[in-house]
């Protein structure tokens, strides 16, 4: 799907593969169209639960931690990781990352991405993350 950022037209498809070769992340679905917005993209992405623990060993026996703790470092470690993708989007995008759910079937977090052109604004950004939320729920 091509969008229109800025002064520019952007291919998804092309932000998608730059994040599957880049990171860790899986690009579950392109949810570019969800977010009912011709100047933004946004994709459902899922991160494995055995590359989370490995980074949180680091610093943590994983085994100390309860399962709230476990969860909550899950979900904002998925968070962070997925906001250090900046430099691989589009630039003058700014980004809303979300952590949702711990998709115990998969072993994964999935996390949902937004961006949209700097020029558009946070408070679209924070229209456009509401919507794509409630579409997953």
Request: cysteine-free.
């Given at each position: 799907?091509?969008?229109?950022?800025?002064?520019?037209?952007?291919?998804?498809?092309?932000?998608?593969?730059?994040?599957?070769?880049?990171?860790?992340?899986?690009?579950?679905?392109?949810?570019?169209?969800?977010?009912?917005?011709?100047?933004?993209?946004?994709?459902?992405?899922?991160?494995?639960?055995?590359?989370?623990?490995?980074?949180?060993?680091?610093?943590?026996?994983?085994?100390?931690?309860?399962?709230?703790?476990?969860?909550?470092?899950?979900?904002?470690?998925?968070?962070?990781?997925?906001?250090?993708?900046?430099?691989?989007?589009?630039?003058e995008?700014?980004?809303?990352?979300?952590?949702?759910?711990?998709?115990?079937?998969?072993?994964?977090?999935?996390?949902?991405?937004?961006?949209?052109?700097?020029?558009?604004?946070?408070?679209?950004?924070?229209?456009?993350?509401?919507?794509?939320?409630?579409?997953l729920?």
């Amino acid at each position: 799907m091509y969008i229109a950022f800025g002064r520019r037209v952007v291919d998804t498809d092309e932000i998608k593969e730059k994040i599957e070769e880049s990171t860790e992340f899986k690009v579950l679905k392109d949810m570019s169209k969800g977010t009912k917005r011709e100047d933004s993209f946004a994709y459902n992405l899922s991160i494995s639960i055995d590359i989370l623990n490995e980074i949180i060993s680091d610093d943590y026996s994983i085994d100390d931690l309860s399962e709230d703790d476990l969860f909550d470092e899950y979900m904002s470690l998925s968070e962070e990781l997925a906001t250090d993708m900046e430099d691989l989007l589009p630039e003058e995008s700014i980004i809303d990352v979300k952590a949702y759910k711990w998709d115990l079937s998969d072993n994964d977090i999935r996390v949902v991405l937004a961006g949209v052109n700097e020029e558009v604004g946070e408070g679209k950004l924070k229209d456009v993350m509401r919507r794509l939320v409630t579409q997953l729920e």
